[in-house]
């Protein structure tokens, strides 16, 4: 596609569920990252994939988070047993990975967990 | 630890002063890209800086980037309400992971 696809792009959930979250990045894009971002702050990394290496998952908060890619292209991010600290914009974005290393994101996904 | 330390934090002037944020490291970076966030919608990249001392220019927007490719900053002439957002550094080591700055929320008043 032309840009970065999330969705849901709002999620509700009670407290305890399990979410899942997409990530569609441009093609051809080696490079993949999730990011959390709570209201009006910065962004918190969570995991990075490139290419084939193993990911970079030195971000995530605890082990109810995993994410993962499959082949080369789309990527989940999974949160289990959901807390209502979990609620936050969660942004995905891509790169060709190498170079000037330019990010596009996609337009995030609301995780409200009630 | 924050590799990219961005100051100051929150900015709140009038529409037609200037500003200048802050983005400032210990690590040498092989490029340092500025973004833009506004409410709803995912950062959008405003400009690369490649090269030590090199200074770009967006308009009214101006990025220099340190000589030591350690440090960065982003000038502003003339704010308009337009420019209200989140702006954010982001520091490129090659193929390691890019890394975001710690963000200036940014609020022009009318």
């Known amino acids: 596609g032309a840009g970065v696809s999330q969705s849901p792009s709002n999620k509700v959930t009670e407290k305890g569920k399990d979410v899942e979250l997409r990530c569609d990045p441009i093609s051809g894009h080696t490079a993949l990252y999730w990011y959390r971002q709570s209201l009006g702050q910065g962004l918190e990394f969570l995991i990075y994939f490139q290419g084939n290496s193993a990911p970079d998952k030195s971000g995530l908060p605890s082990d109810r988070f995993s994410a993962e890619r499959t082949g080369g292209s789309v990527s989940t991010l999974t949160i289990q047993r959901t807390q209502q600290e979990d609620s936050a914009v969660y942004l995905c974005?891509?790169?060709f990975g190498s170079g000037a290393n330019v990010l596009t994101f996609g337009a995030g996904s609301r995780l409200t967990v009630l | 630890t924050q590799l990219l330390e961005q100051s100051p934090q929150f900015l709140s002037i009038q529409e037609g002063e200037n500003l200048t944020v802050y983005c400032n490291s210990s690590?040498?970076?092989?490029?340092l890209q500025w973004y833009r966030q506004e409410p709803g919608e995912g950062p959008v990249l405003l400009v690369t800086?490649?090269?030590?001392?090199e200074v770009k220019k967006l308009k009214r927007l101006t990025f220099q980037f340190g000589d030591a490719r350690k440090d960065s900053s982003l000038h502003i002439t003339a704010a308009q309400p337009g420019d209200t957002g989140l702006y954010l550094c982001a520091g490129d080591r090659g193929y390691q992971k890019v890394t975001f700055g710690t963000g200036t929320k940014l609020q022009v008043i009318p």
């Open positions: 974005a891509s790169s």
């Open positions: 690590s040498v970076f092989s490029s």
């Open positions: 800086v490649v090269t030590g001392g």
